[in-house]
């Protein structure tokens, strides 16, 4: 099966009643959670997944999806600065294509550009929350996933 990768703008045509969309900050070694409101317009932090074989990863995802009325999913796409992509925009899009073709997990999908997500996520921590290294280290995963799916929320609310 091939995975289903939308425009982001098709994503809530696809969505049932009170469904949620899910965002993914996908690392190497994690991968960042956020969780948006019904009304998608607010993106909430909601967990880390360390990261270990892709199947335990999908397993943890799938679970989370049935258990939060997930019906789409908001993927930060790496980019490079200059707007081109590399070897870590096709990891995360393999990744997408596994969720359908290994895992099974059949949701409506958007990429988003995810540039300077975890910089910013980090200098907030750091000048507004105070927060020390190891506290930052323990939440900017989740943190950056937030970003990132409430960046997409926004394009949703105002279209350009």
Not at 91 to 103: C, D, G, P
Not at 111 to 126: G, M, N
Not at 150 to 156: F, I, M, V
Request: aromatic fraction near 4%; glycine fraction near 6%; proline fraction near 4%.
């Amino acid at each position: 099966m091939k995975a289903d990768i939308l425009d982001l703008h098709e994503l809530p045509k696809r969505l049932k009643p009170r469904q949620r969309v899910l965002g993914l900050d996908l690392g190497e070694k994690t991968i960042g959670l956020a969780i948006s409101d019904s009304g998608l317009s607010l993106a909430s932090p909601l967990e880390t997944i360390r990261r270990s074989k892709f199947t335990k990863d999908a397993a943890a995802l799938g679970a989370l999806i049935q258990e939060r009325n997930v019906g789409a999913l908001v993927i930060g796409l790496p980019v490079n600065m200059d707007g081109s992509e590399g070897p870590r925009c096709q990891s995360v899009r393999t990744f997408a294509e596994n969720l359908a073709s290994i895992a099974n997990v059949m949701l409506p999908a958007a990429f988003w550009d995810e540039r300077l997500s975890t910089s910013a996520v980090q200098r907030f921590l750091i000048d507004e929350a105070d927060m020390t290294r190891q506290r930052r280290g323990e939440v900017v995963d989740k943190m950056a996933a937030a970003y990132i799916l409430q960046g997409a929320l926004d394009r949703l609310s105002n279209p350009v």
